[in-house]
């Protein structure tokens, strides 16, 4: 993978897709399903616990939602973990089916920067987009490594059955990167061994001391070439992409 010289862009846009029953949404993924239609999935709050909510469109400019339940945190496919919310989908349409990455975060109760785990990506398929299969842990972050705090927010592509998949990792010092990882079946990845691949280089990328580096890579493949968009900046929400 070639990165070019990093640069903070800034697009014109319009507020498309907004609810009231929430207070927040973020971390959209949006595929075409088998009809014709656009699905969003995104992340949303319910009482205090982030979830995954799907909303549908005819023209991808106005948007209704489904439910704000379709990923909800649970225990059971979390072992060990008091989950604080799921958050960060990835969703794509493949061999009939669509299959779905999303992080789960474990409960904020443990100490910022300590080295433990507190993020982890799991899996889920469905045969109609909307209602989803028990999900399963594919991603584990690597101890006293630069992703020992959490792996988190996957963006996955197909190509030729091989999937490719984009993730966000931090370390015990607070600081994320972007590390690669490739499956055949889409529950067991193989990390690069030359992880991370994407990291601070500018200051403006790793400004202020609360989350600095670079985060939530969104991942597509574009004729012969691999385009990456990622946030950056001094803390949360980031404010660079």
């Not at 239609?37 to 005819?58: A, C, P, Q, R, V």
């Not at 399963?136 to 091989?162: A, D, K, M, R």
Request: hydrophobic residues 30%; positive net charge.
């Amino acid at each position: 993978m070639i990165r070019r010289p990093p640069r903070s862009t800034l697009f014109p846009y319009t507020t498309l897709f907004r609810s009231s029953s929430t207070s927040n949404i973020n971390h959209t993924s949006v595929i075409k399903n088998s009809n014709g239609n656009y699905l969003m999935y995104f992340t949303t709050d319910i009482t205090g616990k982030s979830t995954i909510g799907i909303s549908e469109s005819t023209d991808a400019i106005n948007w209704n939602t489904i439910t704000n339940n379709a990923i909800k945190p649970s225990n059971a496919f979390n072992p060990n973990w008091t989950e604080s919310g799921v958050f960060g989908p990835s969703v794509i349409y493949s061999e009939d089916k669509y299959h779905m990455w999303f992080t789960s975060a474990r409960s904020l109760n443990r100490s910022f920067r300590s080295g433990e785990s507190r993020y982890r990506i799991h899996y889920t398929s469905s045969d109609n987009g909307i209602e989803w299969s028990s999900p399963i842990l594919t991603l584990e972050p690597s101890s006293n490594s630069w992703e020992s705090e959490g792996v988190s927010s996957p963006s996955v592509i197909n190509e030729n059955n091989v999937y490719k998949m984009l993730y966000s990792a931090r370390d015990r010092f607070g600081i994320w990167r972007i590390g690669y990882a490739l499956s055949t079946d889409k529950m067991s990845w193989t990390k690069l061994g030359s992880n991370p691949i994407i990291e601070s280089t500018e200051t403006w990328e790793s400004a202020g001391g609360h989350l600095p580096g670079t985060a939530s890579p969104s991942f597509i493949k574009y004729k012969d070439k691999y385009i990456v968009l990622y946030s950056t900046g001094e803390q949360a929400p980031y404010k660079n992409i």
